[in-house]
């Protein structure tokens, strides 16, 4: 069946195909002959690889992976230069594929949720395209410090992981506005953090907090969440402009919302 329908799309030049829920094992070498592909939609399937020819696509900018079976980045993916968008959340990653990686020179977004990574490869940082990451429900440890030569994100996405602390070269990222860290084992936030002029979102809960650096002072944050932290020292972070108020959850004080106002 998955045959018959890659060939209507052979025919008919589509520039969607949508795959999704059909129990597929594998996907079938002829989809490589669709070279007028934008838009794949693989999502909740049993797919473990993808034939080589998937490389052929070469003006695909949208590809969904989530809900398969892949323990790595397919090799094919290495070949889609014209790719922006990459979902390959609930699989089982264990590892990214270095040569992928460095393929994906247009990719903007990746979801990489719910998988089993525990470290991110150096080549993190040959995704000089890339805006979003979001790495939540993973079990990394540590992030690479070249990472932060991804200087176009504004969000990063790392929650639910066993994080110890960020990258001192975290402060290159200076275009971030989004900064999710909740639910890791962080002990301490780098001074780094002060140059994210840009950050408005901050979500530290859940960590292992006892001390926050007065360079957060400097930051226009609109929302900072850092709730269940062993807090023993304490400055109040304000807002930029005065009718701004930044929300602060502070559990040692019996876990209840502090609002301060410049």
């Known amino acids: 069946m998955a045959d018959t329908l890659l060939l209507r799309a052979l025919k008919g030049k589509a520039k969607k195909l949508n795959f999704s829920n059909k129990k597929l094992d594998s996907v079938p070498s002829i989809i490589g002959k669709i070279v007028s592909l934008t838009n794949v939609?693989?999502?909740?399937?049993?797919i473990r690889d993808l034939p080589p020819e998937f490389g052929s696509?070469?003006?695909?900018a949208i590809?969904?992976?989530g809900n398969n079976e892949l323990e790595d980045l397919p090799e094919a993916l290495a070949y889609l230069l014209s790719l922006q968008k990459l979902h390959v959340f609930q699989n089982k990653l264990r590892t990214l594929n270095p040569r992928v990686l460095i393929g994906l020179q247009n990719l903007t977004l990746l979801n990489l949720n719910h998988n089993d990574l525990v470290t991110l490869p150096e080549e993190i940082g040959r995704l000089c395209s890339l805006q979003y990451l979001s790495l939540d429900h993973n079990h990394l440890v540590h992030l690479p410090s070249t990472l932060c030569a991804c200087v176009e994100m504004t969000e990063l996405h790392v929650a639910y992981n066993n994080l110890q602390g960020l990258p001192l070269e975290i402060g290159y990222l200076t275009g971030l506005t989004k900064l999710h860290l909740q639910r890791n084992r962080i002990k301490e936030l780098p001074e780094g953090l002060g140059k994210l002029l840009k950050l408005t979102y901050l979500d530290v809960a859940g960590n292992e907090l006892r001390i926050f650096p007065t360079e957060l002072g400097k930051l226009p944050l609109r929302e900072m969440y850092c709730e269940e932290n062993p807090l023993l020292n304490f400055t109040p972070v304000h807002s930029v402009q005065e009718e701004e108020v930044l929300a602060l959850k502070v559990p040692i004080l019996g876990q209840f919302l502090c609002s301060f106002i410049s």
Do not use: T
């Not at 939609?41 to 049993?46: C, D, Y």
């Not at 696509?57 to 695909?60: I, T, Y």
């Open 41 to 46: 939609e693989l999502k909740n399937n049993r």
């Open 57 to 60: 696509l070469v003006q695909l």
């Open 63 to 65: 590809l969904n992976l």
